[in-house]
């Protein structure tokens, strides 16, 4: 369920910034590790809770801390858990666009079943709506008769 966090087994004294690397491209300090490590740990134990938008915050945190694409995926599940399908379907996303991806096959699989509830929660909210007015109608006719 939980993707392994590889980032944070990595030895920071080894990682050397090239000097052709963008700022942005360096490597969190040992203090942001080792906080996204405590973040990580925390979201994964929300997350066995049901508490599943506070590790969404916990995860998001640490992805701030690291840029490590692989949070994005556990991010993703936690809002898909919440019911929350188009920020899953987001995170997911930016996770296919960012992550190594092993398993292209179950990811599309998975982004698929994302847009197909998501669909089905505008077609359920459509309906609602559509009988929220012909209530509203009926109630309208009555008063005038």
Do not use: H
């Not at 190594?100 to 698929?112: N, P």
């Amino acid at each position: 369920m939980f993707l392994a966090i590889l980032l944070f087994l990595t030895d920071v004294s080894s990682a050397q910034e090239s000097p052709a690397e963008p700022a942005s491209e360096a490597a969190p300090s040992e203090a942001a590790r080792d906080r996204a490590v405590a973040l990580f740990n925390n979201g994964k134990v929300l997350f066995d809770e049901g508490n599943y938008m506070a590790a969404v915050a916990a995860w998001e945190r640490a992805y701030e801390l690291t840029e490590e694409p692989k949070l994005l995926f556990n991010i993703a599940s936690a809002y898909e858990r919440a019911g929350e399908y188009a920020k899953a379907l987001e995170a997911l996303n930016l996770y296919r666009a960012l992550g190594d991806i092993d398993d292209q096959e179950t990811l599309q699989r998975r982004l698929r079943n994302l847009e197909a509830q998501i669909e089905r929660e505008a077609e359920a909210r459509s309906l609602e709506l559509e009988a929220q007015l012909g209530a509203d109608e009926d109630s309208v006719c009555s008063a005038k008769a």
